[in-house]
């Protein structure tokens, strides 16, 4: 995960530098060519960070499985959504007025969630229980176009790339309190390490340069490298952000 911000970081130390330097040369009267022209003014491109939080699953065949164990275990068993964090940078590129496109880079943690008791008979008391997490770590190479409809008010949408550079899935078991079982292994054979989806959602942009937005992504791989399973990543997004 290091590696990861690292790479994050550098990335985004370089378009800083970037924007800086397309800022201090407009200060000599030369117009950079980076600069967006709208109406009578040079709206210039702008470097963001953006962090939140995930409300992950899957959704497809997989799920449809794990559905089923929990019809067979009485409701048992239940799914529920991984939680998770995303952070990273994006660029905004103005292109007419009300209108702009924003790359970006970020990592990304997805996967879902299976929890349960253990149907152990004469000792409910125990309260025996697991917890199976698939634990999926991406970096996300989302290209959204963004259009302003009031003051602040923006709608965003556009095709996301996302790399696979970690998956693993963590078994947790236990009773009375104490855990018995928690153990955690990595699992990309078998995953495909290019998922690629849609994204949009709704934001707000404040005068002072922070932002709030709420998006959804909708995975169009199978997390399956095969395809053998019509499996595909769902994740609700709910994001800070600030443009310098």
């Given amino acids: 995960m290091k590696k990861i911000f690292i790479l994050i970081a550098l990335v985004s130390g370089l378009v800083a ?3 800086n330097a397309q800022q201090t040369q407009n200060r000599y009267g030369k117009r950079p060519q980076t600069y967006s022209r709208t109406g009578n003014q040079i ?3 702008r470097f963001g960070i953006r962090v939140g939080g995930n409300l992950a699953q899957w959704e497809g065949q997989t799920v449809n499985s794990a559905q089923e164990l929990i019809d067979v275990t009485e409701g048992s068993a239940s799914r529920k959504m991984r939680e998770g964090f995303h952070v990273g940078g994006y660029v905004t590129i103005p ?8 790359p970006g880079l970020q990592y990304s943690q997805k996967g879902t969630r299976l929890t349960g008791k253990l149907p152990i008979d004469g000792v409910d008391f125990l309260n025996a229980n697991f917890t199976i ?8 190479l989302p290209v959204l176009a963004r259009v302003y409809v009031g003051e602040g008010f923006n709608i965003f949408a556009g095709p996301q790339v996302s790399y696979l550079v970690s998956n693993k899935v963590q078994a ?18 078998g995953f495909r390490e290019m998922d690629v989806a849609v994204t ?3 934001g707000y942009r404040f005068t002072n340069g922070f932002n709030v937005s709420a998006g ?4 169009l ?8 399973f019509e499996t595909y990543n769902r994740v609700v997004r709910a994001s800070l952000g600030y443009t310098f």
Avoid: C, H
């Fill in 17 to 19: 530098t970037q924007v």
């Fill in 172 to 189: 947790e078991a236990g009773a009375l309190g104490f855990n018995a079982l928690n153990r955690a292994w990595e699992m990309k054979s």
């Fill in 43 to 45: 709206s210039p491109v």
């Fill in 221 to 228: 791989s199978t997390i399956d490298s095969n395809g053998s």
């Fill in 133 to 140: 997490t698939n634990k999926a770590e991406y970096i996300d």
């Fill in 200 to 202: 949009g959602g709704l």
């Fill in 216 to 219: 959804y992504d909708y995975g």
């Fill in 95 to 102: 292109v007419a007025p009300g209108f702009e496109i924003e």
